[in-house]
């Protein structure tokens, strides 16, 4: 069994693949405004969610995002799903994966977090896309 990443290195690994999924302008934004009190949990976050879990070998950062977007859709993390769904811009799930995501919450977590998730990504798209979201037509 491979000896395991020491802290440093799974941050600096945590760092590079989080600035390649959620964008630099994303990273700089919460790194610049880390204060002494939440600077530790966004170290977790880089360490453990981006240098430990989605720096994993086996699967792409494809299915990674579209597993995050059905969890995040599933528990209700709105922010969160708008966030991922930008993401896809970098991950390379499509517009159909998304769709296909949140037609399993619908089966496995419920009709209205899924209908939510929904909303959420279309406005999310219609931005990316340059026009307003789905609120402001």
Known sequence: MDEAPDNATRYRAGLTVRRSVLGDPHVDRAE????DFDGPFQHLITEAAWGTVWARPGWTKRE??????ALLAALGHDEEVALHVRATA????TRDDICEAFLHVAIYAGVPAANRAFKIAKDVLSEMDGGEGADDR
Do not use: E, F, K, Y
């Open 90 to 93: 970098n991950t390379g799930a």
């Open 64 to 69: 990674r995002s579209i597993v995050t977007l």
């Open 32 to 35: 610049d405004a880390a204060t």
